[in-house]
């Protein structure tokens, strides 16, 4: 069954909108998730690195402040995109280990957010 | 030179038939090794996972690590239409991120 779990799955909102994703660990306390950022036909960008009770790490090129990410517990970690425009379109996917110790692997992936901005 | 190279594809196949999808990657110091399964407009799905050369067998599937030429295969037997999708390898070492190759597109045809 799945261990991470993702919402919405789809949103279609309009140009200027912040849009907020979740995900939720299922069987197990993260203190580490992943976001990535797929466009079509490509593969997985990672986006940022998010650590309970701290700052997340963004990759070179990522908008912290366009793209806000909270991690306040071990089994939800969430993606605000703030003012989002079209160019913003894209499927996110989240991602969480169940590796034990200091190991974050292997990673499990939610089932991504379809985000389409008029 | 990319760190993970992986064929895009498409790879057509016919119902039946074993599928071979490889990966080459250039880090020696890359630790552990996956298989990701991902249908259009899902996540990935964790197929095989392994962290030292050698092969690993779970049910149709096996996944193939080679370190001393920095090579990753997945082999699948008796192919379904189902395992139509797109299969990623991804790597990493230690607590680092997943390194991801671009994916290979495979289309199973009945």
């Known amino acids: 069954g799945a261990v991470v779990s993702q919402h919405p799955s789809w949103v279609i909102c309009k140009s200027g909108t912040s849009v907020k994703i979740e995900c939720r660990s299922l069987?197990?306390?993260?203190?580490?998730m992943f976001w990535y950022r797929q466009f079509p036909k490509q593969s997985l960008m990672l986006m940022a690195t998010?650590?309970?009770?701290?700052?997340?790490?963004?990759e070179q090129g990522v908008e912290k402040d366009k793209f806000l990410i909270n991690h306040a517990s071990l089994t939800l970690s969430t993606l605000t995109v703030t003012s989002a425009h079209p160019e913003d379109s894209s499927f996110y996917i989240c991602?969480?280990?169940?590796?034990?110790?200091?190991?974050?692997?292997?990673?499990?992936f939610g089932d991504g957010t379809r985000l389409s901005i008029l | 030179q990319k760190e993970v190279e992986q064929d895009p594809g498409p790879l057509s196949v016919p119902e039946g038939a074993i599928v071979s999808l490889n990966c080459t990657y250039s880090?020696?110091?890359?630790?552990?090794f996956m298989w990701y399964r991902q249908y259009s407009r899902k996540g990935p799905e964790l197929l095989m996972y392994?962290?030292?050369?050698g092969n690993k067998e779970d049910g149709r599937f096996t996944a193939q690590v080679d370190k001393s030429s920095k090579y990753i295969s997945l082999f699948i037997r008796d192919s379904q239409p189902s395992d139509s999708a797109t299969y990623l390898c991804?790597?990493?070492?230690?607590?680092?991120?997943?390194?991801f190759g671009k994916g290979t597109r495979l289309s199973v045809i009945a």
């Open positions: 991602s969480t280990s169940s590796g034990t110790g200091s190991e974050n692997q292997p990673q499990h």
């Open positions: 998010s650590n309970e009770g701290s700052k997340a790490t963004y």
């Open positions: 392994t962290y030292s050369s």
């Open positions: 880090n020696s110091a890359f630790q552990y």
């Open positions: 991804a790597m990493s070492v230690g607590n680092t991120p997943l390194v």
């Open positions: 069987d197990f306390q993260a203190t580490t």
